[in-house]
């Protein structure tokens, strides 16, 4: 490579550097984001275009209303309310919810089957919507992409090696958090959902139910589920102290049992 070149390309990742920098969470931790969030965005969607294309995304649309609206509540008063958020239910019999980078959040009717109340599935939107906001999906894709494929995204090259990580980005999603981005999840999840009014005991329960399923050993049923959000006792324990020292009346919220049945009576339809 040439001396120009070389000095060219430094400029270049010292501007992206400087651009793209990012703060994330309400701890204010500076994490170095190479995507910008126009950016983000454009890879969220080409991801839930994929998704929606080849997943039986749910046609009823007051289930698809209520969990939305559930989802917005905590979203608006994230660290990431500027994003436009989607949530969407595919309606297949897995017990699991995923996000995707810029705020595409997804959740399947086999998850939604097994929660008691609002307060459960506030819990799980939560959780999803925490891993958009410390833009944990980006940095496995920027772990994961390399520099040169995000100098090409970030510069908004339409090329190959953009569709490749796309294609690579799908694969990245799909693997397993990192125990610390779940631990980070839930305690944003935790945080978000106690202040848009929900009861946090109901992101206890929720964790305490995936454990229990975990550990229930019914075969061949358990391998895909939560496989991407490991379940675990430490998890539970942590948010159990996170709230510990929560004033008693946001323990005493109701959990919107009733509001939830209602919901849940819609999806064992033939
Ligand atoms: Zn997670």
């Given amino acids: 490579m040439k001396k120009t070149k070389i000095?060219?390309?430094?400029?270049?990742?010292?501007?992206?550097?400087?651009?793209?920098?990012?703060?994330?969470?309400?701890?204010?931790?500076?994490?170095?984001i190479l995507v910008s969030t126009d950016q983000e965005v454009s890879i969220g969607q080409e991801f839930s275009a994929q998704i929606d294309t080849t997943n039986p995304i749910s046609q009823d649309t007051i289930?698809?209303?209520?969990?939305?609206?559930?989802?917005?509540?905590?979203?608006?008063?994230?660290?990431?309310?500027d994003l436009d958020y989607h949530f969407s239910v595919i309606d297949t019999p897995i017990v699991n919810a995923f996000a995707c980078p810029g705020g595409f959040i997804y959740i399947y009717t086999g998850l939604l089957e097994i929660m008691d109340n609002e307060a459960q599935l506030a819990g799980v939107l939560a959780h999803e919507i925490?891993?958009?906001?410390?833009?944990?999906?980006?940095?496995?894709?920027?772990?994961?992409l390399g520099l040169q494929v995000l100098l090409s995204i970030a510069l908004g090259e339409s090329s190959e090696i953009t569709q490749n990580a796309v294609t690579l980005g799908a694969v990245v999603l799909l693997q397993a958090h990192s125990r610390e981005n779940e631990f980070e999840?839930?305690?944003?999840?935790?945080?978000?959902m106690t202040n848009a009014g929900y009861n946090p005991e109901g992101m206890v329960q929720l964790q305490q139910k995936f454990?229990?399923?975990?550990q229930g050993g019914q075969p061949g049923f358990f391998e895909k589920i939560m496989a991407t959000h490991p379940p675990s006792a430490?998890?539970?324990?942590?948010?159990?102290?996170?709230?510990?020292?929560?004033?008693?009346e946001i323990k005493n919220r109701s959990f919107k049992a009733e509001e939830y049945q209602k919901i849940k009576s819609r999806l064992k339809k033939d």
């Fill in 211 to 214: 454990l229990e399923l975990s």
């Fill in 185 to 192: 999840a839930d305690e944003f999840g935790t945080y978000y």
């Fill in 63 to 81: 289930v698809q209303n209520y969990v939305n609206d559930v989802g917005q509540k905590i979203a608006r008063i994230s660290d990431r309310a």
């Fill in 130 to 144: 925490s891993h958009v906001v410390a833009r944990h999906g980006v940095k496995r894709l920027q772990k994961a």
């Fill in 7 to 32: 000095a060219v390309l430094i400029s270049l990742i010292s501007i992206l550097l400087l651009l793209f920098c990012a703060t994330t969470g309400p701890g204010g931790k500076k994490s170095l």
């Fill in 234 to 248: 430490e998890r539970v324990k942590r948010i159990e102290n996170q709230i510990a020292g929560y004033d008693p």
